[in-house]
């Protein structure tokens, strides 16, 4: 479908998506937002937006503040760096943001049962929390963070007093008057110093630490301080080193919870899309559609979800009885923008989107939606746009199947319209031998006449103000465009003449070519592939929904090993762990082990058939060179224990 996003411009409704996200986490998902091809993820993505939407027209915002990305800092964890106290803030923050979401959607289960219910998977940190908010505040590392950080401090409040003393008397010393540029205590570089007149440094005993940018003014340290100034270095020194026990305690906390904590910023990512998609759809007042596995389109007061202003209601239909629509009418009639407007309402379906439509709207869940909209003309390779046009639409033939969408523009042109007719026919009623949903516009008459004598074939029209020669927007189904040429030339005021010679001639052209239109008996073979098509793709159908009927009426128990798809975003993984006690699946994922709930997963294959009665499950969650460490130091090896402390030792440092 990479195309298609592309073509209809999907990218744009995912940019204005990611405006409502109140997170990088959020935006990074919409960043990543593809359409789903199962029935039962995309239900469930429908699902999840119909409860968000509830829960903010009741008046009722989810927590998401404080909501930040933390990833790098996690990061820098799990290398064994020390967090700084703003670092630690900032995890505090999340936390905190975690635990808010967890209590709201806790208060708000009755009203959304499948949102609340992933909340199961988030575990809440009030211990650390509190443990954080005890020792660190902002970029500060607090004095009750420890006793002997209180003590250390309090030692150096009374030396400051002591040297601050020591420089008072320096000050006010009347012996001193005249050397002193400023009479006040500057602290540079760590050191309290006075400020001194140039030409009398030599006469004060002391250390020069600074000189002004002109040179007129030295800032000395006296040595009647530098004892007490040592001190205050020491202590200095003994309170970085009491601080980073203490960030270091603190960073271990996060470290032992690192791989939850993580689940938890998926979790809480994944509630900022869910919210981002529901203040999406009320801001341009979107609603949720009926979807299908019958592959019928049914688009009621449709609109673009690009287009501003004032918009004239789509309403269109394909299948489930037809499968192909042609569309004709006049340019800028607003052909193109039909088609990329059904391309785009289902693009936006498949990805959990409410649609600008009534509800009552029919939308299918597809594998893909092929398109060729636009002249696409190569200059690199010197394609003309007849050309392009056919590599782009040899293609679609290649990649169409019975359960994907085709979208053409202008189909046929570029080339002689009698061959170009033949073409655009045989290339459609392809398509509709292999089961696809085509919807395609063309200019020719001659498809226009192809879809009638066609039995899965529709035409379709956009209406035309004669009066004010210009397009009114409005596609009327069921009926096949005029082309108007002929009221237009009247209306100019051509000669009767030429009016009634180029009639005559459209008349003889007709009749050559009636010959080549489909015969009953074409039209009859047409219809019977057709019925049987549709009796396969029924109890396919139905065979599809009693499976998932029956997955969603068993609650499947599974076992370490069982290979299983997370129903939301279609990965494969395998189960370590069955669920817990809240109903969480531990499942290896992508290196990774992951709690997920069990309704959103999906049994693919249970482990006893996948494996020998013997076959040792551990091995699956490991790769080979941690089990020939373990192997090695199991039967002594002095090389493996060398390599496990040297990267304990790499690990500290």
């Keep these: 479908m990479n195309k298609a996003i592309q073509t209809l411009e999907f990218n744009k409704i995912k940019e204005r998506l990611s405006e409502f996200c109140q997170s990088s986490l959020g935006k990074q998902l919409v960043d990543n937002l593809y359409p ?5 993820a995309v239900e469930t993505r429908l699902k999840e937006t119909k409860e968000a939407v509830r829960l903010l027209k009741a008046g009722m915002i ?43 959607m806790n208060k708000h289960k009755e009203l959304i049962p499948l949102i609340s219910e992933y909340i199961l998977s988030m575990k809440s940190y009030k211990d650390i929390e509190e443990e954080i908010s005890y020792s660190v ?55 309290y110093t006075i400020p001194i007149k140039s030409a009398y440094k030599n006469h004060v005993e002391g250390s020069i630490i600074e000189t002004s940018s002109t040179g007129s003014t030295v800032f000395i340290e006296p040595k009647a301080i530098s ?25 271990g906390l996060i470290y032992e919870n690192i791989s939850s904590i993580k689940q938890n910023m998926e979790l809480m990512a994944t509630y900022d899309l869910i919210f981002a998609k529901a203040r999406y759809a009320i801001s341009i007042n979107a609603a949720m559609p009926e979807i299908n596995l019958k592959r019928h389109i049914r688009i009621v007061n449709g609109r673009h979800p690009l287009l501003e202003g004032r918009v004239v209601p789509l309403n269109i239909e394909v299948g489930p009885d037809f499968n192909t629509l ?30 600008p439509a009534d509800e009552s709207s029919q939308i299918p869940v597809l594998d893909d939606v092929l398109v060729d909209i636009g002249d696409n003309q190569s200059i690199e390779n010197a394609l003309s746009t007849f050309s392009s046009h056919m590599q782009n639409l040899g293609i679609i033939l290649k990649k169409s199947s019975n359960n994907t969408l085709v979208l053409i523009d202008e189909i046929g042109t570029g080339t002689d319209p009698a061959e170009g ?35 899965l074939f529709r035409n379709a029209s956009v209406l035309f103000d004669k009066e004010t020669l210009s397009p009114l927007y409005e596609l009327i189904m069921g009926e096949s465009g005029e082309s108007n040429a002929f009221w237009i030339v009247e209306k100019f005021a051509f000669p009767s003449g030429v009016i009634n010679n180029a009639k005559r001639y459209l008349m003889t052209n007709e009749k050559n070519k009636a010959a080549s239109y489909i015969t009953e008996k074409d039209k009859e073979k047409l219809q019977s592939e057709f019925e049987k098509n549709k009796q396969r793709q029924l109890e396919k159908q139905t065979l599809k929904e009693e499976r998932l009927s029956s997955i969603e009426e068993r609650k499947v128990d599974y076992s370490k090993g069982d290979r299983v798809r997370l129903l939301d975003t279609d990965e494969i993984g395998l189960v370590y762990e069955e669920a817990d006690k809240n109903d969480n699946v531990t499942v290896y994922l992508s290196n990774e082990y992951k709690k997920i709930l069990r309704k959103r997963l999906s049994l693919m294959e249970k482990a006893q058939n996948l494996y020998p009665s013997d076959y040792d499950l551990d091995t699956l969650f490991t790769d080979y060179s941690a089990r020939k460490l373990d192997h090695d130091i199991k039967r002594g090896s002095k090389r493996a224990l060398k390599k496990i402390q040297k990267d304990m030792r790499g690990k500290n440092r």
């Design 36 to 40: 789903a091809v199962n029935i039962k």
């Design 62 to 104: 989810p927590p998401l503040g404080g909501l930040s990305n933390i990833s790098m800092l996690l990061e820098k964890t799990e290398k064994g760096m020390i967090l700084e106290a703003s670092e630690l803030t900032a995890i505090n923050d999340f936390l905190r943001a975690c635990r808010n979401l967890e209590q709201f």
């Design 137 to 191: 505040s902002g970029a500060l590392v607090l004095s009750q963070a420890s006793k002997n950080l209180g003590r250390i401090r309090r030692l150096k409040e009374n030396q400051k007093e002591k040297i601050e003393k020591t420089l008072q008397a320096f000050l006010s010393s009347n012996s001193n008057k005249s050397l002193i540029q400023e009479f006040f205590i500057s602290e540079k570089n760590g050191h």
């Design 227 to 251: 004892k007490l100034a040592g001190e205050m270095q020491m202590l200095e020194a003994e309170e970085m080193a009491e601080q980073y026990q203490i960030l270091a305690g603190l960073t």
């Design 326 to 355: 042609v569309i004709t009418g006049p340019n800028a009639g607003g052909k193109t923008v039909t088609l990329k407007t059904v391309g785009l309402l289902i693009l936006m379906t498949q990805c959990g989107l409410f649609i």
């Design 421 to 455: 007719a033949a073409i655009a026919a045989a290339i459609l009623e392809e398509l509709s031998r292999k089961g696809s949903l085509t919807i395609a516009t063309t200019h020719y008459g001659e498809i226009k006449e192809f879809a009638v004598r066609h039995p």
